[in-house]
């Protein structure tokens, strides 16, 4: 997943170096103090340049931007040690602490990030669709960015150089809203940045940073007509506050209940290497697989095998009854899955697995669970995928293919906002054309009605 | 605008005829009168049988409920009698009552509206895009319907035939709640046609028709999950209601506060024609002109022409000073123009002219007073074609052509629902495949990562 810091990429290699003159000379009592509508009107001014760039200008942006924060390495550094030191005081878990964490190396990673943003093509410009009507106008549909776009996540400092590179590669003002953890990292980040716009000659207020408590973000949610977009990137807990409370439009980036469906015409070797690596490649993202259903007429020769494995793997097996009971002629250890277990996102080495009779009962079982993320069926039988990938109502939808697929990165999109399980604007992995609108411009020489 | 029943169509040819048996088994107090979870969840059902439908399916149903509809005509036109009768008994102004009347021609132009739709290409299946991973995934984008969608309008009993139509040609299950002064009407008009799909063994439930007051139109609106998609059709009351209510997605069709630019380099007779035919070719319209700016330069030549040929055509006209002084020197009569003036959308003859220095001051105007419908430029100047296209925000930029033509039915698109002025999943004249979401079916032969 380029775009994302936290992601592999290559090692850092630069790492020490000044404080970039760049962030001495930012004041956040000034600049990132002001409210939500003082924060929108300044980016809407700065949208009024970044509309008309050129691909050139914003990849040349984007590149000093990357190396004014690695420039800024021991500043950044030192802010992010001054969340981390407040953070474990306040005794945030061992996780969230590593997430906020910002080393050398991944201040490198970050700046890693920003250039392989501007290694992809420009969406603004793209034709879209266009024609010349019967009476000579020339019509065409073109991408064009958002105009400003709130975005608001959690305490990961990453997040906050992705959504400010992403936005000015796809020509949009960013109102960046962090969790207040990050505070000190993501006013030296943003100050960094703006700094390096600045030099540029581009507006610094292309990329802002809300601060403030609770009301702050009630004020940006409320923005309409200010900000034209907002992203909420993070757990359930925060998409919902976002979703349910914001008159602005929203790109709701979604949960993952995957299930994994075993037809009776699957070829069982295939079906036992996608569940487990469904399960057990990385079981903390949204794309892993979390309940296991097999049809009867393949369990009593599927269960022991992938029961046994998914317990080799040291997944923890919450089984209904006939799943139960293969289990326990295995030998393999497990609790019998409640109601909510069919219903949880475990985003650990946790799977719920039942049999059910039919692929009608497949169905109805993901209907009625589904997060509407991705689902697979392992099958040989066309009538039987085709049935399931017309009929289960989800962003993606696999025939004999791990969900772990579910991803910009491997559908070749190059960044990744997030996935969404919405169905309006985007559906899926979500990448820079997703971050624009479109305009019709039509050309004529005098038509009228 | 083909889809819309209330424009131009081939005159009614059939007017009498005898009820349609169909109506006359619809008992709309225990079809209608359920809630919105009710009739969701019945609509959900009804969506999985329409997801799977072929295109000859829909479009038999399609011509099915235009035919049962001019069958009964008699009953139609009955049950529309109570509702006019009481309209008017409760002072309803004469236009609105002439958009809720309906008579044997009107009811034949709703089913040859129906079979219009039958007419256009099936959005669902349609593949956007797709391709072969390296790993050999085949990977591809598929328009999908949506679900279930509310639609929520005022008095207008076409929309409930429209709807019901773009509804069932797009998969979608739909829940309408029509204005209540159309309540006979449209009960009648449901009915018709829920009984002509259950003729084509189709669920009825695919159209289900909202009663009851603001409370369910609230629950329609809060009913997240439930249903996919509110569109609201109507005037800016209804829309903005809706917008700030809804936690369902909504796509706002919108309000057009619609400006002609007149550039220093602009073909002046070119410029007459267009502001002429953009302000009265249909004065009612979304896409009619409201405000008409003019460069200084050409100020002295171009005013006197067209604040004439506007009077001869009935505009009353609001005009800043320098306007205002052309329009004396002239001897036309007109007002000072208000603050309020450049933000009105008057649909009706009706427009504000003023005088502006240079491009930058028409794009100011424009970025401060624009509803982000559609904007006119009449210029002979590159450079400056450029830039306005380039730097208005509307979805819908117009170069040397009137803003009369930011219509479905002008592009190409068969049919219209609206005109969608938002950003988000669609802006501008939005057809059937606006209607429909997208789905990634991904197909392998036992990939994992």
Redesign the interface.
Known sequence: MAGHCTSVGPAATYAGAMAAETAETFDPATETAAGVGVLAARARTAS?TL??LSRGDKDAALHAMADALEAATDTIVAANAKDVERGRADGMADGLVDRLTLDAERVAACATALRDIAALPDPVGEVVRG?T?ANG?Q?R?VR?P??VVGIIYEARPNVTVDAAGLGLKSGNAVILRGGSAAEETNRALVAVMRGALEKQGLPADAIGLLEGGREAVRDLLTA?GLV??IIPRGGAGLIQTV??ES?V?V?ETGVGNVHVYIDAAA?L??AL??T???KT?RPSVCNAAESLLVHESVAAEFLPRVLTALADSGVRLHTDPAAGSAADAAGIPHDDATDEDWDTEYLALEMAVGVVPDLDAALAHI?EHSSGHTEAIVTQDRAA?RRF???V??????????T???DGG???FGAEIGIST????A???MALPELT?????????????
Chains 1, 2 share one sequence.
């Open positions: 009024l509309v008309g024609s009507l106008l019509i549909q064009v958002m105009g309409r034209d977009l979703v349910t008159t439009p790109i070829d070797d295939t290497a996608i487990v690596n469904a490649h209907r995928a990938t017309t009929e109502d989800a962003a993606a939808v696999m025939v004999n293919a791990s772990r697929f579910t491997e559908f070749g919405q169905k309006l604007h559906r899926g992995p609108t479109t305009k019709w411009i039509v050309e004529g020489d005098g038509q009228v009605r």
